[in-house]
């Protein structure tokens, strides 16, 4: 009886033991994780998630979230001193205020992508809709527009509209959306009749279809900024990731959700 006592007694020491061990190693390994909070516009949703799979595979310390938002109210909050490590906006006017108040470097800032605006109806959608004028449609009863002052896709729509003599027409009938997902789930569930969004977002979207593409020359050609914020507590971290985020292998998914890479 003594003997198996004793010998109960030492596995039970060995079986806590290795459980202690396994337990420091865990939370060593926890430890090790940095995370990196990436504030981006509401439209690289999609591209950046896949992205943060591959990246986070090859890079096991690393943990990235994500404060997916409009540019314009991501800046602010930056400004207002939210954490963040990396901004990636979806027009330059924003990342040229961070850097003007020097919250981000500009030799750490560079335009990654660029995008398109395009007017959306909901796929199974009996209006006619080709052109812009065609927004004056009495069947057009709603359309969905990003706030111009905080989204960038409303500001580009708002700017377009106002070039062909259709903004101030249109007020009656435009419902402003808090970022371009907001304007593109509108269109969607049909509370909107069309809207304003980019391209790439037209395109993860079956429940629309694009009416017609905004003459780009109405509106700023949109660019896609991204930068180090200067506050970030893992400079070089964030530099790995930002350098990533250039690599063919980034760039290949954001061609692949319809982004295009400036030359």
Known sequence: MFRLSKISYHLSYFVLAALVITGCAKA???????????????????????????????????????????????????????????????????????????????AQQKNLLVNELVAVVPADGKVSVQKAEDLNNDAIKHLAVGEPQTVPAGS????????????DTLQAKIVQGKDVRQVLTYVESGNAEAGFVYKT???????????????????????????????????????DFFTYLQSKDAQDVFVKYGFTIPQ
Do not use: C, R
């Open 28 to 106: 060593e390994t926890s430890a090790e994780k940095i995370e990196l909070t990436i504030s981006a516009a509401a439209s690289l949703t999609d591209a950046l998630k896949e992205i943060q799979t591959n990246y986070e595979n090859k890079n096991k310390s690393i943990k990235i979230n994500f404060n997916f938002g409009a540019s314009g109210a991501l800046q602010q909050q930056i400004e207002q001193g939210a954490p963040a490590d990396l901004f990636f906006s979806a027009a330059t006017k924003n990342m040229k205020a961070l850097v003007d108040k020097q919250l981000i470097d500009s």
């Open 156 to 167: 580009y729509a708002k700017e377009a509209l106002t070039n062909v003599k259709l903004w």
């Open 201 to 239: 977002d037209a395109l993860t979207s079956k429940s629309v279809k694009v009416a017609f593409s905004v003459d780009p020359k109405t509106y700023t050609p949109i660019q896609y900024p991204a930068g180090i914020v200067k506050a970030t507590k893992h400079s070089k971290e964030t530099l």
